[in-house]
C-alpha cells in the first residue's frame, strides 16, 4: 500500500442539499410507488435513483457494484465511484485512473470513509467527502516475490471497515485476504492468509460497529467463507483464529458434484450488538440489555448462525452455535434483516427470511422484479465451477433490500401484518384477510409477522379486525352462498381466536337475513361440535333451532350441537328447545336440557313414554331411539355423571340429589310402572345397566327414604333409609312376588340378580321366613331352561345364607329344578356323601361331571364318614367314573388311599374300562411342558449365536424306575393290550422292561404275543432271551404273511384277458386309482415296517454277541478260534436270510414279492420300485456292520453262499434270474466305500504331470500381466504361449503396437490382484490320452479409449484345448473338436 494519498478531484454533477433531506428521503421510501408486491414484500423503484444510473452508465460506464448507508455509493465500470444522496443528486465523483472496474465497495461506521476494491486487484480508501485517497494497496506482480498485495489481475470480492474505524479494513481476492491498518504516514499491513489447499474464497466479512460496544468488536472480528471451511479471526489485539468449520460434504445438498454438477456457493453476514429497552407493561416490567453479536453463513442448502460471547477464562471471544438449517437449494447470499431474521437468496433468486428463534423459514418472494446479475469473481479467477457473488448487488440497510436489477435501483421491506390485511382488503379476499387475523392471534400463520406487539395482542387485533369484518360485511351484501360461507366461517373462527363474539352475534348475525341464516349457522356448527363455543346467545339458539328442523341430515346435527352447548335456564327459550327436540326426536339433546334445568326424572319419564307408544307419528326419523338413550340416560345419572358427556356433575351434592330422585322414581315399591316399562323395553340391558351402576362407588352416597307399606317389606330393618341395593332388592323382590305374573325368562333372571345382589351386599342380614319361601318357590318352579343356572346359583346362594328347617324336604324339589349344586349341598348337610358325589354323575355336562373328582378329593380329606362315603362311591360306581376320566379317577383313588385291587375286580366285566383304569394306573400320559427345557435362552443375540444351555438335571442319568404295583397288574394289562391295542405293546414293554422289582414275566409276555399274534412284542420277548433265530424267524413270518396281500393286489390289478403265468405281455395293466394306491402303500410300509426289524435284530444279535465274545472267549487259541467262527456263523445265517427275505427269494418256499408273470402295470411298478428300497436299506445295513474292523460278519461268506444258493434249475417255476445282478450290486456297494480313494488316485495322476501344470500357470501368469504377445523367436529360456500348430500367440491382440500397448496397460490395471476365470473345466479319457478343455473368457476395461465395435472385430473370446502332456491349441486348430470327436494331441502323436 502507497504511504502517500493521491489526489482526485470531485466531479460534482448536482449541488449538494443537506443532510435533514437524506434522513427524510430514507424515512419516506414508502411513499414511492410499488412496483412488486407479494403477500410478505414490497419491492418500489427508486425513480430518482434510476434516472442518475442511466446518466452514470452513458458518462462512466455499467453500474458494477454499490454500498448503502445514509448515502448511496455506485461503482462504475471505468472505475469511478459516484456517491449521491437518496434523491439522485450527485455528492462526489471518484475517479481512480486504471484500477479496473469496481467490484467492491463499503462505507465506514459514521458514512466519512469509502473503501473500494477493483478488478484489477487495486485496493483504495477515499475521503470521498475531500474526494481524495487516503491510501491504496497496489497488485502484487508475479516477478515481485518480497512484496505484499493481491495478485494482479484478480478481482476483489470483499472489502469492509472492521467496527467503527476508518483506518481499520479488510480485503479479500479468491485466493487471499489482507487486514489493513493505515497509519498517518506509513500503512501497515497484516495478512491473514488461507491455510494450505483449503480452496476458493468467496467471501469475507468484518464485525462492524453496534450500538453496544462489546468483546467481540473490540477484538475485530473478520469471518471468512471458503468452499471447504469457515474460519473467524480476531485481529485484535493479535491476530489469532477464533472458530473454524469444515464442511466434509460438498456444497448442494451433500451430492457429489461429479453427479449433479451444481455449483458452489458460499455467504458470510455479521450482526454487531444492540441495545435493547422495553417498555413496561400490564404484565410484564420494563426490560434493558443488549444482544450479542452473531454471524450468520451459507455453504451450499446449510445454514447457520453463531453468537460471539466472551470466554469466562481470559479475554477471548468464542463462537457458540445457536442454529442450523436446511434450505431448498444451494444458498448464494445472506443478510442480517432483523435481529431475529436472515434473509437469503437461493441461486434462482428466491427471497427467504429465517427467524432464528423460532426456526421458521419463510419465502418472502419468488423472484426480484427484474434479474440481478452477479459477478463470476471466482470462476474467472480460479476456473472451478462456482456460482455468481451478489455481495455487490444487493444491500441491506434498516431493514430494507436494495438491489440493483437491470440498469434500476429497486427497495423493497417486509409488510408489516396491518398492511398484509389492507392488502388482501384492497383485494376484496376479505374471508383471506379475516383468517389471517385469526392466525395472528392464535400465533400459528407458520411465516414471519412483522409490527405485532407480543403484549396485549388480542386487544391490538380486535379493533382492526372488528373495522375489516365491517367493511367486508358491507361490500359482501350482495356475494354468493359460497362466499357468504367463507366469509361467515372466517369471522367466527376469528372471533373464537380473539375470544370475543360480541361482533359475531350482532353485526354478522344480522347481516345473514333469513334466507342465509343457514349459512351463518353452519359455519357455528364445527366450532359448537368441538367445544370451542359452548354459549349461544337466545336469538342463535332459537334460530339454530327453527333452521336445522328442516331435514333429517340437519336435525341429525342439530341433537349433536344441542348436546354440545352449556344450556342453562334463563338463556333460551325452554319450551321451544324441549319442543322442538320432541318433535324432531332429538332425545339425547331433550334429556341434556332437563338435566340442566335440574328435573332428571321428566325426560326419563317422557323417553320412555316415547319409546312404549305405538304407531305414533313423528316428522322425521333419527337414530337417537329412545328405548336407547333411556339406558345410557339412566346409567350415567346413577353414576353422578352429566348426559351424554359422561362428565361428573357438579357440585357434588347436585350428583347426589339427581341420582336420588331418579332412583326412588324407578325403584319405589308403591309404584313400579316405571320399572316395569323398563323391563318391557329391554330386560338384559337393565340388568347391565344396574350391574354398572352397582360397580360404581358414588352408589354409596345414595340415600332413599321409604315409607312403610303395610309390613311387606323384605328386609328386617327399622330405619326408613336405604341404600341404592337394598332399594333395588326389594323393588324386584316386590315385582316377582306381585299378582302381575311376569314371563318366566323375566322372573328368573330378576329373582336371581335379586338374591345375588343381596348375598354379595348383604350376607349378614336374613330374610323373612315368608320371603324365603316365596323366593324357594319362585326358584324352584318357574318353566324356563334358559335361566337354569342363574336360578341355580341364586338359590344356592339363599340357601347357604338362609338355612331351610329340613334338608330332606329340599332334596325332592330340587332335584324336580335340576339343581344339582343345591342337590349335593343338601345330602352334605345330610352327611350322605355317597349319595352327593352321586349327584355329579346326574349332571347334563361332561365339565360338570368332571367335578366329581375335586369332590372325592374334598372329601377324602375330611372326617371318617366322608372318606367311607367316597371309598363306597368308587366301588359302586367305579364303570361310570373310568368312562368320565379315567386319569382323574386314578388320582383321586390315590388321594383316598383305596385299594385299587377292588376296582379293578369291579371292572372285569367290562375289559375296556378295564384296560383304561391299567392304563392310567400303570401307564399314565405324560404331563405335557409348555416349553421345552432344553430350549436356548434369549440371551439377547441372534438366531445364529444362540447358546443352548441344558440343564444340569438332564446331564445326569435317569434313575431305575420302582414298580409300585403288583405283577398281576401289569400282566392282565399287558393281556388287554394284546387283545384290545396291539400297536401299544411294544412301547409299553420297553418303557417299563427295567423297572423294579420285575413287572412282567418275559414267559408270560412271549405266550400273550403269541397267542394274540403280536409279532413287535413276540420280537422284543425273544430278544430279551437271546433267541436270535427265533425272533427273526418270526419278523420273516410276518413278511411272508404281508407279503400275500400285496401279491393278491398286484394280480387282482391285471387287465382283463391276461393270464397270471404268461410271461410276455405288452399290456400297461388298469389304472391304479387313488384308494387302491393308499391301500398298497400302507400295505408295502407295513413290509418295510417288518424289514426294518428284521435289521434291529441283526443289529442287536451282533452287538449281543459281540460283547459277549469279549468276554466269553476260552483261554486256548484253538477254543477261541472255534468261538469266533461259530459266532461269525450265526451272524451270518442271520444276515442272509434277511437279506435272501429283502430279495424276494426265499430258500424254502421260492417264493417272490413280486409274482412272476406281472405285467409292467402301475402297482407292479410301485412294488419293483418299494422292493428296490428296502433291498437298499438292508444292503446299507449290512455294509455298516460288516465295515468294522472288529466285525464278525463276512461278506465274502454271505456272496458265495448265495452264488451257491442261486440254482435256477432247482427252482425252474421261480423264473428268476436277479441272482447275479444282485450279487454285482452288493459288490458295489461294497466298493462305493473306496470312492474317495478312487478319485483321489486319479487327481494324484493329474497333479504329477508337471508338463501340463507348468503350461496351465504360464496361461494363468499370462492372463494377469495383460494379453502378452511372444516374440517371433523366442528364447530358450522364455515360456511360449503360442499355439503348437499354427505358432499364432494365444490371447493375441492383431491391432497395432501402440493400441497393444494400450490395451496391455488397461488389461494389466484391470486384472491386478485377480485370479483366471476358468468357465468350463472338461475332462475326457480315452485309449490315447486325457485332455483338459478351457474357455478363457477376455475383459476389457471400461475407460477404453477404442470403439466396442473395433473390440468385437479385433478380439474374440478364445477357446484354448490343453493337453495333459502340457501342449496347447486354439480351439480351431483342433479338426477332432471340431467336428464333435475326442481329440488328441498331433506333436505327441509323431512322436514314437
Sequence with gaps: MDSDTEPSTPRSILEPTPESEYENRIANLDSAPSQYTTEFFSWRQLADMTAQLSELTEKYGAVTAQAIGNYVALGTESGTVVVTDYLGRAKAALAAGAYGAVSALAFSAKDHALVAGYTQGFVAVWDWVRGTTVAVSRPLLQSDDTGVGHPAGLAIGSVGFIGSSRHRFISASTVVLYHHIVQRVLTTMHTVALSEGSGVLFEAAALSDGSHTSAAEDSGLVAIMSDAQLKVVATRPKIEQVFATRFSEPAGGGQKRTVQKRAYSGSVSWLPAQRFRRAATATDPAERGHTLSKLAFAWGTRIGVLQAVDSDKDIRVEMDRVMEWEAAEDVVLCRWLDTDAVLFMTRTQRIFVLEVAQQQETEICTAPPRRIFGQPWATLATGIEAEPSYSAAVCVYRRRVFALCGGAEFVGRLLTWTERLQLLAEQHQYPTAITLAAGFALERTGHIVVGLPSTQRNKVISAY????????????????????????MACTEVSVALEDTQTLFSDVFEHYAD????????????????GQLTRLPPQVLNALVAEYGTSLAHVRRLGDMLAALGLHPGEFDVDFVLGSCRRHRLWRTFARVWLGMGDPVAPLDAIISAATRDGESVSLVTDEEPDVVVFAY??????????????????????????TLVARYIFVPEDLSTLRALLQLGMERLLDVLRHVLGDPFIGNISIIMKPHGGNRALRRASLVKTLPQAIVDALYSLTMSPDALPPRQVGLLSSFALTL??????????????????????????DASTRNERESAFELLVRLNPPQSYADLIGPARGAGFYRVLEHAYRMLEHYESALRTFLERPHAAQRRAVFAAMHELAAGRERAREGVSSFVVNCAVELVEVDADSFVEAVEAASIDHSCIVDALGPHPPLQMAYLRALLDPLPALRPTDERSPPDIGLSAEQHIVVYPLQQLAPDPQPTNRFPQAFHERYL?????????????????????????????????????????????????RLGDFDGALKTVLQQIDRDTEPVRKAVQGLQPEGTEADSTETNSTGKALSEPDRERLVDQLNGIQHNIDSGVRVCKTAQAT??????????????????????????????????????????????????PSGVSSNAAAMLVSKRQRWMLQSVLDALIFAASSASSFISLRSIIQQLLDTADVKASPHAARSLEIAEVQHLLAVSVNAYKSE?????????LVDYDLFSKFALLVRSQKQGWRVVDAQPSAHSLSVACDKCHDPLFADSRQDRAL????????????????????????????????????????ATNSTYSVRSRRNSIAREQVVLFKCGHCFHRRCSPALAAGQLPECKLCAKEP
Excluded at 758 to 783: G, K, N, S
Excluded at 1113 to 1140: I, M
Design 1301 to 1340: 500397448a494400450d490395451l496391455r496397460a488397461q488389461m494389466s490395471e484391470y486384472y491386478e490382484g485377480s485370479t483366471l476365470r476358468v468357465l468350463d473345466l472338461h475332462v475326457f479319457e480315452d485309449r490315447s490320452t486325457q485332455w483338459q478343455w478351457m474357455k478363457l473368457r477376455s475383459s476389457f
Design 975 to 1023: 393281556e388287554l393290550l394284546c387283545s384290545h391295542s396291539p400297536s401299544g405293546v411294544l412301547p409299553y414293554l420297553k418303557r417299563h422292561a427295567d423297572s423294579s422289582p420285575e413287572p412282567f414275566r418275559l414267559a408270560v409276555v412271549q405266550d400273550a404275543c403269541r397267542r394274540h399274534n403280536v409279532g413287535d412284542g413276540l420280537v422284543w420277548a425273544l430278544l
Design 465 to 488: 379486525v372488528t373495522t375489516l369484518v365491517r367493511r367486508a360485511l358491507s361490500e359482501k351484501a350482495a356475494a354468493g352462498t359460497e362466499e357468504q360461507r367463507a366469509l361467515a
Design 515 to 530: 334466507e342465509e341464516r343457514l349459512v351463518f349457522l353452519e359455519a357455528l356448527e364445527p366450532f359448537v361440535l368441538n
Design 1238 to 1246: 478312487a478319485q483321489l488316485m486319479a487327481l494324484t495322476n493329474v
Design 634 to 659: 339412566l346409567d350415567m345419572v346413577l353414576r353422578g355423571r352429566s348426559y351424554p358427556s359422561e362428565q361428573p356433575i357438579k357440585p357434588s351434592e347436585r350428583a347426589e340429589r339427581f341420582a
Design 1105 to 1154: 454277541l459281540s460283547k459277549d465274545a469279549g468276554s466269553r472267549l476260552p483261554n486256548t487259541e484253538a477254543g477261541a478260534a472255534e468261538y469266533r467262527s461259530q459266532v461269525s456263523l450265526q451272524l451270518c445265517d442271520l444276515w442272509l436270510a434277511l437279506l435272501r427275505c429283502a430279495l424276494g427269494h426265499l430258500h424254502a418256499t421260492n417264493r417272490t414279492l413280486l
Design 758 to 783: 343381596y348375598a354379595t351386599r348383604f350376607p349378614l342380614i336374613y330374610l323373612a321366613d315368608a320371603a324365603v319361601t316365596e323366593w324357594t318357590r319362585v326358584l324352584l318352579h318357574v318353566d
